[in-house]
């Protein structure tokens, strides 16, 4: 039998990435992007729609969010996580997640053609949180 979990997607950062740090060392960098499609209806309009993700990559060192600023274009490789939650209401919340494995960072927000590889240096589910 066949299981799968794999996501890729291109897209820019919605926001600066924001750093976690561990107390026994390591951290999350957290990010969102944005992935946007056009189309055109028939009528001639252009229709797009932007999906965004929550994006989280374990590292042992935060370097790599410093590169990670709004706008900047990114290709990221991960996986898909799903997670409960109690609301202060007492209901059940359900949020997604992409765990990254692989990001790229395809330059800057300015235009320049630098690429940049990062690869995620934990498995998330041996992280203490």
């Known amino acids: 039998m066949l299981n799968l979990n794999k996501i890729v997607i291109g897209g820019h950062l919605g926001k600066d990435a924001e750093v976690v740090n561990f107390e026994k060392g390591g951290c999350v960098v957290k990010f969102s992007v944005a992935s946007s499609e ?14 965004w993700f929550n994006v989280e990559l374990f590292r042992k060192t935060n370097t790599v969010a410093q590169y990670l600023v709004k ?14 939650y109690d609301k ?37 589910d041996e992280v203490p949180f």
């Open 38 to 51: 056009k189309y055109t209806k028939k009528d001639g309009s252009v229709v797009e729609n932007t999906t």
């Open 71 to 84: 706008g900047t274009p990114v290709y990221v490789e991960g996986k898909i996580k799903n997670e409960t």
């Open 88 to 124: 202060q209401d007492g209901t059940k919340g359900y949020s997604t997640k992409v765990l990254a494995s692989n990001i790229q960072l395809l330059g800057s927000k300015k235009g320049e053609t630098t690429e940049t590889s990062v690869t995620s240096e934990e498995n998330p």
